[in-house]
């Protein structure tokens, strides 16, 4: 019979640990938290010190009632939750429930469920961490104090099923500010001038720079024109020829951040899918005669940390693999780390470099290799030497007329053999390779080309965006990132459209008055502040009910003012003006998750609806009269089409917008591509660059 029971959260990890501890362990699994907050009512006594009234989650009893059957027969209890805030919350309450001292060493934490790091964690186990405890319950509770207060006052006022949040409601803020600023972004013409240069057969491209003193800025036609005037003749001499040697240092190893923008950008990924993925291979794969092993160590974390032991192994197999010249003669750099990083904490990395992908490719599905090769790749490379660029600079002179050209080319890859991280612009990083150029020679061109262009307006979130941008203000923490983005989704806040978010109009109505009555929680550094007042919590700074209550005596004002005072905000159903077409009663605009849409006021009789023809501001380049509306077809992809169908026949897959195009006059879309949207002229071959 097992002399020890040790709890953790999931079956798939109890299998794991189970193997690696013995016969004399018993392993078992809470299945997360056993107790929490009442969902029914508020569950805070805001008059006793903020006293949380905790309950047995409902459905949770049985698993409780059989871990303390386990218990009674255990000599020692260890509790083996995930090694942060939410795993030491577990943690304590397990303790609770089954009468286990939390200041025994009772509880155990590893970063990575490897033989060799459970057997560890076993040797040292520690008491329950308080001041963990303490910042999870202050989150817990500070968010229960928002939600609950503010949620009922917006179903009460506006509309049911909708709620607000710390986090949440700063997220739709910025989505919602971002898109004021596009719709307000005024275009400014610019030019540029390029011109194709030869030598000895090889063609080569420089750029205007400006005159023989300083950089020029070129806003205008009449301006390049004047430019063009004034070369003499169609020589150029060059000058300045600088030549440097350029090292690119490899990104750091992932953070939980970090893994879901990179995972968005080269995976297209969903931050809920990169977390479920990354459960999955720490908590254990089926690797046959090995059993179940956790293939990357634990996910939620903000620290670039690296253990000795996996650097050491990771440089041999660097060494063995490519090379000694590509392993890392420095040490890589660390990510300064916030203050609420725990030291414990290691990046996400895998448990074994030695473990290659390929190795992988027949016990792990599609998705799982395609994140642990990310994983992989991105911590090989972080331990190898930097790439080694060769650039070259060079001015090409003509009278009073500067061009610049810039070369480089990768003169030894480094890390760059491995991995290269992507941006949000997702640009491909190519060699430009310019012929030897002597001061002094004489080079010609073969070609001038001038071109003008707008500045463009600042794009939508994407997902990878929003949680970078969220990480940079000091909002929210890294297990919060994909609950919150998930949130404003299913409110029907925010819809997403090309993989970038846009607020809908109910998003629109719900943050417009929490900007009225609950400014401070939409506001940026407000919340910011706040998570640091958690973060001295953790570590043990500040007692966890002074935090509370320094929030809570303003915010109580502030719920009083908006339950007296705030308007209900109608959302009627409007006449159409138009009548249903299966039974003819009239139809009328109804708001719902994801926008209005037209419906059969004879519903539920009734079920017809209809989506709604969204003007875009644009007149029809067709007729000339009417206007370019957004539609959906029978499949829900969206077209555009002019509002006096059939009178007249316009119709475009791709969305025109209002300006002319500069060459031709004719009509400019939006054409979406792989890596984004291009405006582009229907007509001629004018482009602008890709957003």
């Given at each position: 019979m097992?002399?020890y029971?040790?709890i953790?959260?999931?079956?798939a990890?109890a299998k794991?640990?189970e193997r690696?501890?013995?016969?004399k ?5 809470s299945?997360?938290h056993?107790r929490d907050?009442?969902r029914?009512?508020m569950?805070?006594?805001t008059?006793?010190n903020?006293e ?5 989650i ?5 698993i409780l009632?059989?871990l303390k059957k ?6 020692k209890i260890f509790?083996?939750a ?5 795993g ?9 429930q089954l009468g286990v001292d939390t200041?025994?060493d009772c509880?155990?934490v590893?970063n ?5 790091a459970i ?10 961490d308080?001041?963990l405890?303490?910042?999870q ?6 968010d229960?104090?928002v939600g ?5 006052i917006?179903w ?9 949040g710390?986090v949440q409601s ?6 919602i500010?971002?898109?004021n600023?596009i ?10 001038i ?6 000895n057969?090889?063609e080569f491209e ?5 005159d ?6 070129l ?7 004047e430019?063009?005037?004034s070369?003499?003749?169609d020589?150029f001499t060059i000058?300045?020829?600088?030549k440097?040697?350029r090292k690119?240092?490899?990104a ?5 951040s970090s ?9 297209n990924f969903r931050a809920?899918k990169t ?6 291979l720490?908590e ?8 179940n ?5 634990y996910m939620?974390?903000?620290s670039?940390?690296?253990?000795d032991?996996a650097k050491?192994?990771?440089?041999s ?7 000694n010249?590509?392993v ?5 750099a660390v990510k300064?780390?916030s203050?609420?990083t725990?030291?414990a904490?290691?990046?996400v990395?895998?448990t074994?470099?030695l473990?290659?992908p ?7 599905s599609?998705?799982?290799?395609r994140?642990?090769?990310l994983?992989w790749?991105r ?5 190898m ?6 650039t070259?600079s060079v001015?090409l002179v ?8 810039n070369?480089?080319?990768v003169?030894?890859?480094g890390f760059m053999?491995v ?8 640009a ?6 310019l012929?030897?150029l ?10 001038i080309?001038?071109?003008q262009?707008f500045?463009?307006?600042p794009?939508?979130y994407?997902e990878?965006?929003l949680?970078k941008?969220l990480e940079e203000l000091?909002?929210?923490r890294?297990?919060?990132?994909a609950?919150?983005?998930?949130t404003?989704?299913?409110?029907g806040?925010?819809?997403l459209d090309a993989k970038?978010?846009?607020p809908?109009e109910?998003?629109?109505i ?8 609950f400014?401070?929680i939409?506001d ?5 502040q706040m998570?640091?007042g958690l973060d001295n919590v953790?570590?043990?700074n500040?007692?966890?009910v ?5 929030f809570y ?10 339950d007296a005072?705030?308007e ?14 299966n039974?003819?009663?009239?139809m009328v605009?109804?708001l719902g998750?994801y926008?209005k849409f037209?419906?059969?006021?004879n519903f539920?009789?009734?079920r017809?609806t ?8 644009v007149?029809c380049?067709?007729?000339k009269e009417g206007?370019v ?6 499949t829900?992809?969206?077209f555009y089409g002019?509002?006096?169908?059939p009178?007249?026949d316009y119709?475009?897959?791709?969305k ?5 195009c500069?060459k031709c006059?004719?009509t400019l879309?939006?054409?979406?591509l792989?890596k984004?949207?291009?405006i582009?002229c229907t007509?001629c071959?004018y482009?602008e660059d890709?957003q």
């Amino acid at each position: 019979m097992a002399d020890y029971l040790v709890i953790v959260e999931s079956p798939a990890k109890a299998k794991t640990i189970e193997r690696y501890l013995g016969k004399k362990y018993k392993v078992r699994a809470s299945l997360g938290h056993l107790r929490d907050l009442p969902r029914s009512q508020m569950g805070i006594d805001t008059e006793n010190n903020y006293e949380p009234k905790y309950i047995t989650i409902r459905g949770k009893g049985p698993i409780l009632q059989e871990l303390k059957k386990d218990a009674k027969k255990a000599k020692k209890i260890f509790l083996a939750a995930d090694p942060d805030r939410e795993g030491e919350a577990i943690a304590w309450h397990l303790a609770h429930q089954l009468g286990v001292d939390t200041k025994s060493d009772c509880r155990v934490v590893f970063n990575e469920i490897t033989k060799d790091a459970i057997k560890e964690s076993f040797k040292n186990p520690r008491p329950i961490d308080m001041d963990l405890v303490d910042a999870q319950q202050a989150r817990r509770i500070l968010d229960r104090l928002v939600g609950y207060n503010i949620s009922p006052i917006l179903w009460k006022k506006v509309k049911k099923g909708l709620s607000a949040g710390r986090v949440q409601s700063v997220a739709l803020r910025l989505i919602i500010d971002r898109e004021n600023e596009i719709k307000n972004f005024v275009p400014e013409e610019y030019w540029s001038i390029t011109g194709l240069f030869e030598k000895n057969k090889k063609e080569f491209e420089a750029a205007f720079y400006g005159d023989a003193k300083k950089k020029v800025k070129l806003t205008n036609k009449e301006q390049v024109d004047e430019i063009l005037k004034s070369l003499e003749g169609d020589s150029f001499t060059i000058q300045n020829v600088v030549k440097k040697e350029r090292k690119r240092n490899p990104a750091l190893p992932f953070t939980t951040s970090s893994l879901q923008q990179e995972a968005a950008r080269k995976l297209n990924f969903r931050a809920r899918k990169t977390m479920m993925l990354a459960q999955q291979l720490y908590e254990g794969i089926n690797l046959g005669k090995e059993g179940n092993v956790g293939l990357i160590t634990y996910m939620r974390t903000d620290s670039t940390r690296i253990s000795d032991t996996a650097k050491e192994e990771v440089k041999s197999f660097i060494e063995k693999t490519y090379g000694n010249e590509y392993v890392t003669k420095s040490a890589p750099a660390v990510k300064k780390e916030s203050g609420n990083t725990q030291d414990a904490h290691e990046a996400v990395r895998p448990t074994s470099a030695l473990r290659t992908p390929s190795e992988l490719k027949a016990v792990l599905s599609r998705d799982q290799l395609r994140l642990y090769k990310l994983i992989w790749e991105r911590f090989v490379a972080s331990q190898m030497a930097p790439a080694v660029l060769d650039t070259v600079s060079v001015d090409l002179v003509n009278g009073d007329v500067r061009f610049r050209a810039n070369g480089s080319q990768v003169k030894f890859h480094g890390f760059m053999k491995v991995y290269v991280e992507g941006d949000d612009d997702q640009a491909e990083e190519k060699d430009r390779i310019l012929p030897p150029l002597e001061e002094g020679e004489q080079i010609k061109y073969n070609k001038i080309d001038p071109k003008q262009h707008f500045t463009q307006p600042p794009p939508r979130y994407s997902e990878a965006r929003l949680v970078k941008t969220l990480e940079e203000l000091g909002i929210g923490r890294p297990s919060t990132y994909a609950p919150t983005l998930d949130t404003i989704q299913k409110r029907g806040y925010v819809t997403l459209d090309a993989k970038r978010f846009v607020p809908t109009e109910l998003g629109e109505i719900v943050h417009q008055a929490m900007n009225e009555y609950f400014r401070d929680i939409i506001d940026v550094e407000f919340t910011a502040q706040m998570e640091k007042g958690l973060d001295n919590v953790e570590e043990g700074n500040i007692k966890w009910v002074q935090v509370i209550d320094d929030f809570y005596r303003d915010f109580e004002k502030h719920v009083q003012v908006a339950d007296a005072e705030m308007e209900k905000i109608e959302i009627k159903d409007e006449p159409a003006g138009e009548d249903c077409e299966n039974c003819g009663s009239p139809m009328v605009y109804k708001l719902g998750r994801y926008g209005k849409f037209m419906a059969c006021s004879n519903f539920p009789d009734c079920r017809n609806t209809k989506t709604i023809m969204k003007p875009i501001g644009v007149t029809c380049p067709t007729c000339k009269e009417g206007q370019v509306v957004e539609r959906k077809g029978k499949t829900k992809r969206v077209f555009y089409g002019c509002d006096r169908y059939p009178d007249c026949d316009y119709v475009s897959w791709d969305k025109p917008i209002a300006r002319p195009c500069p060459k031709c006059e004719s009509t400019l879309v939006e054409k979406r591509l792989k890596k984004g949207v291009q405006i582009q002229c229907t007509k001629c071959d004018y482009k602008e660059d890709e957003q």
